[in-house]
Structures are given as structure tokens and as C-alpha cells.
């Protein structure tokens, strides 16, 4: 009798699993709020959250924070992009990572005009030559 009760059971959970409707399609990614501060665009496309260590031999001297954003005026390269974010993000973090290690001098303005073109650079070897254009939202120095 358990038997055929536990048989009943687990086709009755199969079938209704079968008959169940497929779930609904994810809904599209809305623009982040603050990329939405920044720009109306909808070729803008945030990449927010750029932080690297400033250290200096063995100690830590504090940390660079980079909020960035692309220009991407074609769409087919803005969804490849959207695609590649964690690529684009780890090649951009490489590159604020590096800045800050090696050229920023502890104590002054960060360089913008060094970062971005670091910045332009790795994602021209992510994208490809003049597919995006880098725009720098903002950078901060919280030293310790």
C-alpha cells in the first residue's frame, strides 16, 4: 500500500512539473540609478566600482576609487560589451590597480587625464580600436 501511495505521489509531482509553464523570460537590465545621474544617454554604459590598494613597498597608503562609464554609440557593440562586462571590469580594475601602484604619488591628484587613457587602452584591447569611448565619472583618494 506505501508503495503504491508513494508511486501515486511522485507521478502526480512529475506530471505537474511537465504541465508547469515555462518561467517568464528575465526582464531587461534597467540603467543603474546613478549611471542614470550621470547621463540621459542610453549609449552610456556604467562600469562603477573601479577600487585599487595605493601601496607603497609593504604598507598600504590608502585606496583609489574610480567610477567610470563608456560612450558605446553602436548597439551591437554596446550588447557584445554588455556581454564582456566582466572582462571589461577586470581589465579596467588592472589598469586603476596599476596606476595606483606604480605612478600615482602619495599625497597628490590623482593624474585624470592618465587614468583615462590607461583606462581607453584597456578596453581598446577588450572592444577593440575606437568601438568605446571611456568617460571618467569620478576618482577619490581615501588615504589612511
Known amino acids: ?6 508511486l501515486l505521489l511522485a507521478s502526480s509531482l512529475a ?7 515555462p518561467p517568464a523570460p528575465p526582464a ?3 540603467m543603474d540609478p546613478q549611471a542614470q545621474r550621470i547621463t540621459g544617454s542610453p549609449n ?9 590598494s595605493i601601496a607603497r613597498g ?4 590608502g585606496v583609489l576609487a574610480v567610477d567610470a562609464g563608456l ?3 553602436d548597439e551591437k557593440i554596446r550588447k557584445t560589451a554588455e556581454a564582456l562586462r566582466p572582462r571589461l571590469i577586470s581589465s ?10 606604480l605612478s600615482y604619488v602619495v599625497g597628490e591628484k590623482p593624474d585624470a587625464d592618465i587614468v ?10 577588450v572592444l577593440g580600436k575606437d568601438k568605446a569611448r571611456v568617460t571618467l565619472a569620478s576618482m577619490i583618494v581615501f588615504q589612511q
Open 1 to 6: 500500500m506505501r508503495k503504491a501511495l508513494a
Open 15 to 21: 506530471a505537474g512539473r511537465a504541465s508547469a509553464s
Open 28 to 30: 531587461k537590465p534597467e
Open 44 to 52: 552610456y554604459f556604467p562600469t562603477f566600482g573601479l577600487r585599487a
Open 58 to 61: 609593504f604598507n598600504t597608503r
Open 71 to 73: 560612450d558605446v554609440p
Open 92 to 101: 579596467m580594475r588592472e589598469a586603476v590597480s596599476n596606476y595606483a601602484s
Open 116 to 125: 583615462r587613457a590607461r583606462l581607453q587602452k584597456a578596453v581598446d584591447q
